[in-house]
C-alpha cells in the first residue's frame, strides 16, 4: 500500500493544524541505553546514578535507563536508577524474548512509573539475514512479546526495529497487532538513520491514516544520525503526529549517535510558532546536562554543536558583533542564559571591529574613544593576526601600553631580527624611527637575546640606563599568551618605568625599553 498523503515542504504541520493548541512532546531519553552504545561511552553505576538524576531535574518524561538482560552491571544501574528516580518514568529494554522481557520487569518494577520497551526488527533485511524469521513469526513474536510485557507492566512500548525500511503494509500489520496486544506507545524507529524528512513524514502520516487502532498509541519517533538528518527527522515525525521523541544528551549513540535532545527540545521552544508544541524540559538545565554526560562519558562536545557548544553563543565578526551590541535579536535566535549557558560571548578576534573592542574595554572599566580606541584598535589587529583568540588580559595589556604610550611617542620600533644560538654571542639587528627618519644598529652584544636588545636600544636612542627592575609575566593564557614586561630604568639618578606587550618576549623588552626613553626623552 502507498502512502496516503504526502508531506508538502511549505505546508504548517499536519498534526498541528489539526488544532490551534500546543501539543505536549514526551521527551524520552535514552543517554543511558542507547548513548551508551558510543563506543567507549560506558558509565559505571554511580555515574548512571547521577546522570539519571540530571534528567529528572532536567524535566524528562521517559528516562530508559538501560537493557536489564545485557550484563549483571546493567540489570543493577536499571533497577537502582528505578529505586531512586521519582519524577520521570523509568523504563528498561528487551528483546522480545521472554527472559528478557522478564529480567526487564524486574529491573523497573521499583519504580514509581515504569515501563518496558519491547523491540523486533521488521525489515525485509532484518528477518532474513538476522532474524531468519518469516513475516508471520515476526507477528506472533511481536505479540507474544507485548502481551508477557503488559502482564507485569501496564506502560509498553514496541518498537519495529528498522521499521523505517520495512515496507508499509507489513510495518502497518505490526503496528496494528501490538497495540491491540496491548502496547501503549509505538515507536517507529530509523535504526540506521536512513530516511529523509520528507520520507519519514510520509511514514508517520501513513500510520495515522492506516492503522485503525492508531489512536489507542502514542507514536514515538527514534531517529539514528547516520546522514546527519536525526534532529530533522524526528522533528518532521513530530510535525506528521509523532508524541514522542527518543533522543540522547550530546546526540550520543550507537554509531553516527542519535538525535540530540537539547536540539529537538529547543526547535520545538524556538519555533513553538511553527510546531504548535511543547516538552515539560527546563531548557535552562541544558547545558549544565550536556557537560556531565560528556564528562562522565569522556565524549567532548564540539564547539560549533548546536545549543550546548562552546561556540554557539559566540560571536567573532565584527559585523555581527556591531549588530548584537545594537540589538541581539540580529544574529541570536534565542538566548544563551535560556539554555543554561553563561552569557553570549564576543569572541574578540581578527574579525572583530572597534564597536566589540571599545564594549569589551568598557566591561573592563576603560572607556576607549577617539585616537586611544584608533590606537589600541590598531595594535589589537596586529595581534589577532599572531593570536587565535584574545583574552581580556591581552586587551588590558594593549590598552595599558596604549595609556602609557599615547603621550610620549618619541622613539618607535620599526623593525627587530634576533639571533641567537647555544654558547654564542646574541646578535640584534634593530630598526627604530623618530621624527620620520629610521635609524638601524647592528648589536652583538650580552648574555642572550634580551640583554642585545637592551644594547642595541642604547646604542641606537643614545640613552644609557641602568636596568634596576625587569619583570616578565604571561597575561593571558595558552602558548600564544601575550607576554607584558615591566621594567624600571635609573637615568642621571632618576627611576623611569617601561610598559612593552607582545607575544614575542624580546619585542615586549624593545617596547618597555622605548617606553621608558621616551619618558626620559619627554622631560
Ligand atoms: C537497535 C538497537 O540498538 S538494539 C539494542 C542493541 N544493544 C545491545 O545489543 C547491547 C546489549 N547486548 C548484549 O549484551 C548482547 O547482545 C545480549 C546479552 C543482549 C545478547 O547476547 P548473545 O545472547 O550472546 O547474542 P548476540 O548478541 O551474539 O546475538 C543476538 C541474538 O539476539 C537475536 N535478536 C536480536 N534482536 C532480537 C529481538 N528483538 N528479539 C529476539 N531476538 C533478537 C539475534 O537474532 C541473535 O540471536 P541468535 O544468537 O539466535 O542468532
Ligand atoms: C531498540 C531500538 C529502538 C533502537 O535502538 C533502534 O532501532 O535504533
Redesign the pocket.
Known amino acids: 500500500m502507498e502512502p496516503q498523503q504526502t508531506a508538502n515542504a511549505d505546508s504548517k504541520p499536519a498534526a498541528a493544524d489539526a488544532s490551534n493548541e500546543s501539543r505536549h512532546i514526551r521527551i524520552f531519553d535514552t543517554t543511558l541505553?542507547?548513548g551508551e552504545?558510543s563506543p567507549g561511552a560506558s558509565m559505571n553505576l554511580a555515574e548512571k546514578l547521577e546522570v539519571a538524576y540530571a534528567l529528572e531535574k532536567l524535566g524528562v518524561d521517559i528516562i530508559e535507563a538501560g537493557?536489564p538482560?545485557?550484563?549483571p552491571g546493567?540489570f543493577e544501574a536499571v533497577q537502582q536508577i528505578a529505586r531512586a528516580i521519582k519524577g520521570s518514568t523509568i523504563c528498561g529494554?528487551a528483546?522480545?524474548?521472554e527472559k528478557?522481557i522478564l529480567r526487564a520487569a524486574d529491573a523497573v518494577e521499583p519504580a514509581e512509573k515504569s515501563r518496558i520497551h519491547?523491540?523486533?526488527?521488521t525489515s525485509a533485511i532484518h528477518r532474513e539475514f538476522?532474524?531468519?524469521m518469516t513475516p508471520d513469526e515476526i507477528v506472533k513474536?511481536a505479540v507474544e512479546?507485548v502481551k508477557l510485557a503488559v502482564s507485569r507492566c501496564e506502560d509498553v512500548e514496541f518498537s519495529p526495529?528498522d521499521a523505517c525500511r520495512t515496507e508499509h503494509d507489513f510495518l502497518c500489520r505490526v503496528v496494528e497487532a501490538a497495540i491491540d496486544a496491548g502496547a501503549t506507545t509505538i515507536n517507529v524507529?530509523d535504526?540506521v538513520g536512513y530516511v529523509t524528512p520528507q520520507e519519514i513524514y510520509q511514514i508517520f502520516d501513513m500510520l495515522r491514516n492506516r492503522v485503525p487502532n492508531m489512536d489507542k498509541a502514542i507514536l514515538s519517533t527514534h531517529c539514528h544520525d547516520d546522514l546527519g538528518l536525526a534532529v530533522a527527522n524526528s522533528m518532521s515525525a513530530v510535525a506528521a503526529g509523532a508524541g514522542q521523541i527518543e533522543c540522547t544528551i550530546n546526540g550520543i549513540g550507537?554509531r553516527a549517535g542519535n538525535a540530540a535532545l537539547e536540539e529537538v527540545v529547543m526547535a520545538m521552544k524556538t519555533r513553538g510558532d511553527f510546531y504548535r508544541c511543547h516538552t515539560s524540559i527546563d531548557s535552562k538545565r541544558l547545558v549544565p546536562t550536556s557537560r556531565l554526560v560528556s564528562k562522565v562519558t569522556g565524549i567532548s562536545v564540539q564547539r560549533n554543536k548546536a545549543i550546548v557548544g562552546r561556540n554557539a553563543f559566540a560571536h567573532e565578526s565584527g559585523i555581527h558583533q556591531d549588530g548584537m551590541l545594537k540589538e541581539r535579536s540580529t544574529y541570536e535566535i534565542m538566548s544563551p542564559e535560556e539554555v543554561g549557558m553563561a552569557k553570549t560571548d564576543l569572541v574578540l578576534g581578527k574579525h572583530s571591529g572597534r564597536a566589540a573592542l571599545a564594549d569589551r574595554a568598557k566591561t573592563l572599566g576603560v572607556e576607549l574613544a577617539g585616537d586611544e580606541l584608533k590606537n589600541v584598535f590598531e595594535q589589537f589587529k596586529i595581534l589577532a593576526d599572531k593570536k587565535k583568540e584574545i583574552y581580556d588580559g591581552d586587551i588590558m595589556a594593549l590598552i595599558q601600553q596604549q595609556i602609557s604610550t599615547s603621550d610620549t611617542q618619541a622613539w618607535t620600533l620599526v623593525d627587530y631580527e634576533v639571533t641567537s644560538a647555544m654558547g654564542k654571542t646574541p646578535s640584534v639587528k634593530l630598526t627604530l624611527g623618530n621624527g620620520g627618519q629610521e635609524t638601524s644598529a647592528v648589536v652583538a652584544q650580552g648574555d642572550g637575546p634580551i640583554d642585545a636588545a637592551f644594547w642595541a636600544v642604547e646604542q641606537i636612542t643614545g640613552v644609557e640606563v641602568i636596568c634596576k627592575d625587569y619583570r616578565v609575566r604571561s597575561a593571558t593564557l595558552g602558548r600564544d599568551a601575550i607576554g607584558e614586561v615591566n621594567l624600571e630604568v635609573e637615568h642621571k639618578g632618576r627611576l623611569y618605568r617601561g610598559v612593552g606587550v607582545s607575544t614575542d618576549s624580546v619585542e615586549s623588552t624593545i617596547l618597555a625599553m622605548l617606553n621608558a626613553i621616551n619618558r626620559i626623552a619627554a622631560e
Not at 519491547?118 to 526488527?121: G, K, M, N
Open positions: 541505553r542507547d552504545q537493557f538482560i545485557a550484563s546493567d529494554l528483546r522480545c524474548s528478557d519491547v523491540f523486533l526488527a538476522k532474524l531468519r513474536r512479546g526495529e524507529p535504526t550507537e
